[in-house]
């Protein structure tokens, strides 16, 4: 059940949340699936200390690619053609979700996000063994609205 519910969800929360990239992984990090997500950069280190974070925080993570520690931050008005909003989504006990896009697109807002992290628990509450990805969208329009 791991897998589908990580798969399908990951494609439910890049529908949902327009990301242009998405990941799914497991509790020890092994890759699921991903859509327009490069292995290289699946295994990049930055990319798996953001997914380990949420995992052991239990909490949606929810920040950029280009800055870690606000002390860092530029302190001018500079330029980012690579900034991406990014989103990470711990579903407890089976792994985890990753989603970004462009900054430009502006961030996933966290309505979004707070709603996907609770299908996750629900979907894993109602038991459903092979929960398919209609199943999933229909938990999300029923939390959302």
Excluded: H
Excluded at 88 to 95: E, L, R, T
Excluded at 104 to 133: H, M
């Amino acid at each position: 059940m791991s897998d589908t519910l990580l798969t399908n969800l990951m494609r439910v929360a890049v529908q949902n949340a327009s990301a242009d990239r998405g990941m799914a992984c497991d509790n020890a990090l092994a890759i699921i699936a991903t859509v327009n997500l490069e292995q290289s950069e699946a295994l990049s280190e930055k990319l798996t200390e953001l997914v380990t974070r949420a995992l052991a925080s239990g909490k949606p993570y929810i920040g950029n690619n280009a800055v870690r520690d606000v002390v860092a931050a530029p302190r001018t008005n500079t330029s980012f053609d690579n900034l991406r909003g990014i989103v990470v989504i711990p579903v407890p006990g089976k792994g985890a979700i990753y989603l970004d896009r462009p900054i430009r697109k502006g961030i996933i807002p966290q309505n979004i996000v707070n709603a996907l992290f609770k299908i996750a628990s629900q979907a894993q509450e109602a038991g459903q063994p092979e929960p398919t990805e209609a199943y999933l969208q229909s938990l999300y329009q029923q939390i959302i609205t």
